[in-house]
């Protein structure tokens, strides 16, 4: 029912910026709850952010509160993860994750659909 593709990542030097982007297919992707997660090497899959699908009171991990900003545009079926500040440990491969629910989660067990990912590297 929803197909999302994640795009935007790459190689940055620490204190740089990215803007990650997530454009997904179907009508009811507005009535959806999305999420960001990353995973590095070695690492388990972890929250990021999520947002409404209102796009208020986004929520992050306390790792990139401050840093990150998480942002969707309806109209164009899209998600936004602005990362600013970045630093090595950010570097990982981002999801972009689909909620068939209107509040937020930051588990993903508690997410219907996912991106295949975009690689982030965060040079020192």
């Known amino acids: 029912q929803v197909q999302l593709v994640e795009s935007g990542g790459g190689l940055v030097q620490a204190g740089g910026s990215l803007r990650l982007s997530c454009a997904a297919s179907?009508?009811?992707?507005?009535?959806?709850?999305m999420g960001w997660f990353r995973q590095a090497p070695g690492k388990e899959r972890e929250f990021v952010a999520a947002?409404?699908?209102?796009?208020?009171?986004?929520c992050y991990t306390d790792s990139v509160k401050g840093r990150f900003t998480c942002s969707r545009d309806n109209a164009k079926n899209t998600v936004y993860l602005q990362m600013n500040s970045l630093k090595p440990e950010d570097t990982a491969v981002y999801y972009c994750?689909?909620?068939?629910?209107?509040?937020?989660?930051?588990?993903?067990?508690?997410?219907?659909?996912w991106g295949q990912g975009t690689q982030v590297t965060v040079s020192s």
């Open positions: 994750a689909a909620r068939r629910d209107i509040a937020v989660a930051t588990t993903g067990g508690d997410y219907d659909y």
């Open positions: 179907g009508r009811t992707f507005s009535r959806y709850t």
């Open positions: 947002i409404s699908w209102s796009g208020g009171s986004p």
